[in-house]
């Protein structure tokens, strides 16, 4: 290890620390003073002045093998090769005489597709997030593992911007030429992941397979199915079925061979936690896992999960085996069903669309939803809110590229795609009323066992989905939007306006296929 670490240009650290347990890696974070122990016996941890992803401080390294198929623009900016490697090496000569512990892994539970991965920590608590986010290897696998990709995560280093050419103190620089991910001056445990997610989302097209930022359960038969939405959709809770068993929470990948986990673990939000909406992910903040930015009390260890003093974005990292039914290794069948979540804060989304390949891909690009009033300072009603591929701080390559995968990938194993709404209906946020959970779960159940294949479906006039006229277990009222609006004029006058955004915001996407643009709603 030591050989290792010299050729990465580590030299003379004060001790290694390689492949420790999670019990071996909390003891080292607690006798360091990283964090405190939970009544529930979870690592509690702040990450100081960075309670999320720093999303101006990443960077890629910009080399003539990769250059042209970058999508360059304010998500994925370019660095030089010059300061990518004086930022390095400043790290490197940062972390001389200190303690560094080291995590192999996969990236990838599916044996044919993983990326093997080492990541050098300067902290205990930065190596069991890695332990716990990405796939273990076995004893057996240790013995001959290389890793084809690192990660040096150095928290307490600070880049001066003026010297080191980049935009803050902190810098998150992807390397494929060599290899590499730099993480400095942020604790916040989910760059580290992120990272190797956006490297995995640039690697694996050419490998054939399609990265996805979703989360996928099977089915008692089998079935696989991938539920896509930004924060604040549902997205974990209606993935996390007591009746279907979890693949994974947040990435993917689909190959040839079915869908398979990209990490180990679990990185979930906690904010306003409660054991009766989420008892899976309560009952997994035990010993093992890692807690950030969640008030503590001092002298009972007691979780304050409704307290986002620090940050709205708590978080909390564990193994995937914490879930009870959870998938091991994280692999399943091709997805039969592929579920994108909105929330329509405007209230003029169906509650449920059935979409051809081409309105898949027209949503799939948009990824739609929107920001309440109160959530930000200075918003005053909702905001609609559009994230490329519903992770546009993840993807390297052009929208189109992700987009056609998916088409093709609804081509060859039949899959169906359904866009269901878990805002509002019957008027705006503050007007009207949230859709109630038994409808939605309705909904998804309907779609994953194929009880809306054969429905009588209406196209919307305005968004040009397919919406069914009927649905087991909901209403047929509410199925019809512009029905739950009291004043039918007011409907089509917001619906209208929420349209003209879909357009709006599509129009920035260059080279997008005329095929993929005419599946979207209808502008005036």
């Known amino acids: ?30 006798a360091r003073g990283e964090g405190k122990l939970s009544n529930t016996g979870a690592l509690v941890i702040k990450t100081g002045k960075y309670t999320g992803r720093s999303p101006d401080d990443r960077f890629i390294v910009d080399t003539p093998n990769i250059h042209d198929k970058v999508d ?132 694996m097209p050419e490998r054939g397979v399609f990265p996805m930022h979703c989360s996928a359960n099977i089915g008692k038969d089998g079935d696989s199915a991938l539920f896509f939405g930004l924060s604040g959709t549902g997205k974990t809770t209606l993935s996390a079925d007591p009746n279907r068993m979890l693949i994974g929470d947040d990435e993917h990948g689909w190959s040839p061979n079915g869908v398979f986990n990209f990490e180990g673990g679990c990185y979930a939000k906690c904010i306003n936690l409660s054991r009766e909406n989420e008892p899976q992910i309560w009952d997994a903040i035990k010993f093992g896992a890692l807690v950030e930015n969640v008030i503590i009390d001092d002298e009972t260890r007691v979780l304050n999960y409704d307290d986002g003093s620090i940050t709205e974005n708590t978080r909390v990292a564990y193994p995937v085996e914490y879930i009870p039914n959870c998938v091991i290794p994280g692999v399943g069948d091709h997805p039969k069903t592929v579920i994108f979540l909105t929330a329509d804060a405007f209230g003029v989304l169906p509650p449920i669309a059935k979409l051809d390949k081409n309105m898949a891909m027209y949503h799939f690009v948009t990824g739609y939803t929107a920001k309440l009033a109160g959530t930000e300072r200075g918003v005053k009603e909702p905001q609609a809110t559009f994230s490329t591929l519903f992770g546009a701080p993840f993807f390297l390559r ?70 069914p006229k009927t649905c087991e277990g909901v209403p047929d009222e509410v199925l019809d939007p512009r029905e739950m609006w009291a004043d039918k004029q007011a409907y089509d006058k917001a619906a209208q306006e929420l349209a003209n955004m879909f357009v709006k915001n599509f129009s920035k996407y260059s080279n997008m296929p005329k095929h993929i643009i005419d599946a979207g709603p209808k502008a005036k």
Not at 8 to 30: D, H, K, Q
Not at 74 to 90: L, W
Not at 440 to 458: C, H, I, P, Q, S
């Open 1 to 30: 290890m030591k050989s290792y670490l010299e050729s990465m240009g580590v030299y003379e650290p004060a001790a290694v620390y390689r492949n420790l347990s999670p019990a071996e890696l909390t003891e080292r974070a607690l």
């Open 72 to 203: 360059w623009g304010k998500i994925n900016m370019p660095v030089e090769r010059a300061v990518a490697d004086a930022v390095y090496g400043k790290m490197c000569a940062y972390m001389q005489n200190r303690e560094v512990f080291v995590f192999d892994g996969f990236v990838g539970a599916d044996a044919e597709y993983c990326l093997p991965i080492r990541v050098i920590c300067e902290n205990a608590a930065s190596a069991l997030f890695a332990t716990q986010a990405f796939v273990r290897p076995s004893e057996e696998q240790l013995k001959t593992f290389k890793p084809e990709f690192t990660v040096l995560c150095c928290p307490g280093f600070k880049c001066d911007p003026e010297k080191d050419g980049v935009n803050s103190e902190a810098a998150v620089i992807i390397d494929f030429e060599k290899n590499r991910v730099t993480i400095a001056c942020t604790k916040y445990s989910g760059e580290i992941k992120k990272s190797m997610f956006s490297v995995m989302n640039f690697l």
């Open 398 to 467: 052009h929208p189109s590229e992700y987009a056609e995968m998916l088409g093709k990938r609804m081509d060859e194993h039949g899959a169906q795609v359904f866009l269901i709404n878990t805002g509002w209906s019957g008027g705006p946020y503050g007007v009207g009323s949230r859709m109630k959970i038994k409808y939605t779960r309705a909904m998804v159940t309907a779609a994953l066992e194929g009880k809306l294949n054969d429905v009588e479906y209406a196209i919307h006039p305005i968004f040009n989905v397919m919406v």
